[in-house]
């Protein structure tokens, strides 16, 4: 077990080169599936969520091999098993993805309940409303979702809620069933777009991902393809807050800067400096207090729920009273704790917290309680002046590539080192 020791304090300057897409990448993969032939994606994020899906896909009979940094080469033609492992699967969310592809393909599949961060209820009902329209039974054994069709067909699905999951598995599930299939009150996030671009890459016919409708025509067979995953946009919201909590100036590179809107303004409204590139932003601190600002995440294009924590951050630096409204996860304000524990002013009641602004962050041992949450803690203790530990680092490298060795060539100071038993109790 490893922690960050960060010694904060110092202004985050220079440039940085953003990473493909976590939320894309852990949909592409088990979509590779679909193929039944080699595949060669680029731009694929070396993360430990990542790292799972290769593991499950080699466990299922596929071929994978990094050809280069941040490229596979994925051959899942060998593909003999249509079940994830239970051990490998409940680890994280994105395996569901492996029962749209599994579906289509074979006509069955079975994989573990969703794991993944403890954000809350994670239901995947829209999924399983999904497959069942299109012809497929279910069944839930053992902690296994279990599907299966003779013969899956379009149908015309309208969702009871708006959500990525239940979204990409439609059309992954969709695409080789025979005839139409229109889904409504689907999720528009870029991520959607980038699976649905990369199906269409393997010989599928969907239509619409980006808008509130999606059309797909089943085709009977589909190959391989090269691809090229998006930006993550998270990842670059992530150093443009960054930026501005440590009165720092970053050039972020490799990104969509139109993905990025809703944090832009954002900051724009609390007193920072953004400027847009082409495929790049800069954004510049200020010395004095930030304003404050109210926010409410929302599904695309609203402000993304994974960016609020370490907006958060910010706002403790704000002079006066900010409010952050949740509107996806029932947990996702967990952090607000550890902030607190920084010298933060933080009330949180149910899926709304009130930010009082202060000074300044102190350092303090403070544990990450998931993915997004762990790298808002980074950013508190690239803020505060003096050591801070950071715990529970492994939910930071599910979603961050080279995380430490990106914020040391922008000037902070953060290591990585082993974390000693006698630690873990104090560290709470």
């Not at 990106?406 to 006698?422: C, F, H, M, N, S």
């Amino acid at each position: 077990m490893e922690k960050y020791v960060v010694s904060g304090g110092r202004p985050l300057t220079g440039e940085v080169t953003i990473s493909g897409f976590k939320n894309a990448a852990v949909a592409i993969l088990p979509a590779t599936v679909l193929a039944g032939d080699v595949c060669v994606l680029e731009n694929v994020p070396d993360i430990s969520d990542i790292r799972a899906e290769i593991n499950i896909l080699r466990e299922l009979g596929a071929s994978v091999q990094w050809i280069g940094p941040t490229s596979l080469e994925i051959d899942t033609s060998t593909i003999n098993v249509t079940e994830v492992p239970l051990e490998l699967g409940k680890k994280m969310r994105a395996s569901y993805y492996f029962l749209g592809s599994m579906l289509s393909r074979f006509g069955e599949g079975s994989v573990p309940m969703p794991g993944g961060c403890n954000l809350g209820a994670r239901p995947i009902d829209q999924h399983l409303k999904a497959f069942t329209a299109f012809g497929a039974d279910h069944s839930i054994d053992y902690a296994m979702v279990n599907v299966k069709s003779d013969n899956l067909h379009g149908a015309h699905v309208f969702f009871d809620t708006i959500s990525v999951g239940a979204t990409i598995n439609a059309m992954l599930a969709a695409v080789m069933a025979e005839g139409t299939t229109v889904l409504e009150n689907v999720a528009k996030e870029p991520h959607i777009v980038d699976v649905a671009n990369f199906l269409n890459i393997m010989g599928a016919n969907v239509r619409g991902a980006g808008t509130d409708v999606i059309k797909i025509h089943g085709v009977k067979s589909m190959h391989g393809g090269s691809y090229s995953i998006i930006p993550d946009q998270i990842e670059a919201g992530t150093f443009m807050v960054a930026a501005a909590a440590s009165r720092g100036d970053i050039l972020i590179k490799n990104v969509i800067p139109k993905h990025l809107e809703p944090v832009t303004s954002k900051l724009r409204m609390v007193g920072a400096t953004v400027e847009e590139f082409d495929d790049s932003i800069r954004v510049k601190g200020i010395e004095g207090p930030y304003n404050t600002t109210n926010i409410k995440t929302m599904p695309h294009p609203g402000f993304p729920t994974d960016l609020q924590p370490v907006m958060g951050v910010l706002l403790c630096f704000a002079k006066g009273t900010s409010i952050i409204t949740e509107g996806i996860w029932d947990n996702r304000f967990k952090y607000c704790d550890e902030l607190n524990k920084m010298g933060a002013n933080i009330q949180v009641e149910g899926r709304v917290a009130v930010f009082e602004g202060v000074e300044e962050l102190k350092p303090a041992p403070v544990s990450a309680t998931d993915l997004r949450a762990g790298a808002a803690l980074v950013v508190a203790a690239l803020c505060a002046e003096g050591q801070s530990e950071v715990y529970e680092i492994q939910h930071v490298e599910r979603g961050y590539v080279d995380i430490v060795k990106k914020i040391r060539a922008l000037g902070g100071d953060i290591r990585k080192v082993p974390v000693q038993e006698t630690e873990l109790k104090n560290a709470y």
